[in-house]
Every structure is written in C-alpha cells, then in structure tokens.
C-alpha cells in the first residue's frame, strides 16, 4: 500500500510531531496485524496502559 515509501514515512514524522502537541502517539505496526489481531491488539492495550499510568499525577 505504499506505507514503507520515503516519502511517506517523512511526512508521517511530521503529522507525529503535531499529533504530540495534543498528547502521547502510540505508534503500530500495521503489518503485526496480520500475524494475529489478538497479540497486536493486546500490545497496543498494554502501551496505552503503561502511557496512562506514567501521566498520572501524584
């Protein structure tokens, strides 16, 4: 689909940065997925958490 061309990835750098001003980007692997949406998706599960927690105050 075109996601591992230069260009793209460049601009993608870019959308992150911006992406940051309004908080934490998880980043994916889309071709994980294909090996098992159950493992991905429960390693996205876990970087959110481990985000969240290490934000909290106190």
């Given at each position: 689909m075109g996601f591992?061309?230069?260009d793209y990835l460049a601009g993608k750098e870019v959308t992150h940065e911006r992406m940051e001003e309004l908080g934490p980007?998880?980043?994916?692997d889309g071709r994980?997925?294909?090996r098992g949406l159950t493992d991905?998706?429960?390693?996205?599960?876990?970087?959110?958490?481990?985000?969240m927690r290490a934000e909290r105050p106190g």
């Open positions: 591992d061309r230069p980007v998880i980043l994916m994980e997925f294909e991905e998706g429960r390693k996205v599960t876990q970087r959110i958490r481990a985000n």
